[in-house]
């Protein structure tokens, strides 16, 4: 099984995605939030703040993440994909890893581009967004 973290970085209800460039290994051409594969002895916590680091280039504090929930799939492997809401980061984003593409999506934007990797990334979406107006934070 790939287990793997995803970030789901808010800033003014607008959610911030990638797209994976064409000769990637995973998901080549194909919409995505950031993050990665936890590495042996890792929390997703700690994968999630390594990934992000190294993707975007941005520093986050652990207890900042907030776990929103968990997707599962079978294809092409077995994966488990859980998700995290990023509450605050020091940097701006920049694009340093596998992605053709950084855009700020509204809510509606990003839920269409993600819907068909799984049917809860919609849901998944929404609760970034209504959690991050909930608090007042981006």
């Not at 986050?60 to 799939?73: K, Y």
């Not at 020091?90 to 509204?106: I, T």
Request: some cysteine; hydrophobic content about 45%; aromatic content about 6%.
């Amino acid at each position: 099984m790939h287990d793997c973290v995803g970030a789901l970085l808010v800033r003014d209800g607008a959610i911030l995605l990638g797209k994976r460039r064409d000769d990637c290994d995973w998901l080549a051409g194909a919409w995505d939030v950031f993050g990665g594969h936890v590495e042996e002895g890792e929390s997703g916590e700690q994968a999630i703040a390594r990934e992000l680091a190294e993707e975007l280039g941005i520093v986050v504090e652990v207890d900042d993440l907030c776990r929103l929930g968990q997707l599962e799939g079978e294809a092409p492997e077995p994966w488990r994909l859980r998700l995290y809401r990023v509450a605050s980061w020091n940097g701006e984003p920049a694009n340093l890893a596998e992605h053709s593409e950084l855009r700020w999506c509204a809510l509606d934007d990003a839920q269409d581009k993600l819907r068909g990797a799984h049917v809860d990334f919609p849901r998944l979406l929404a609760l970034a967004v209504e959690a991050a107006a909930a608090t007042g934070r981006p």
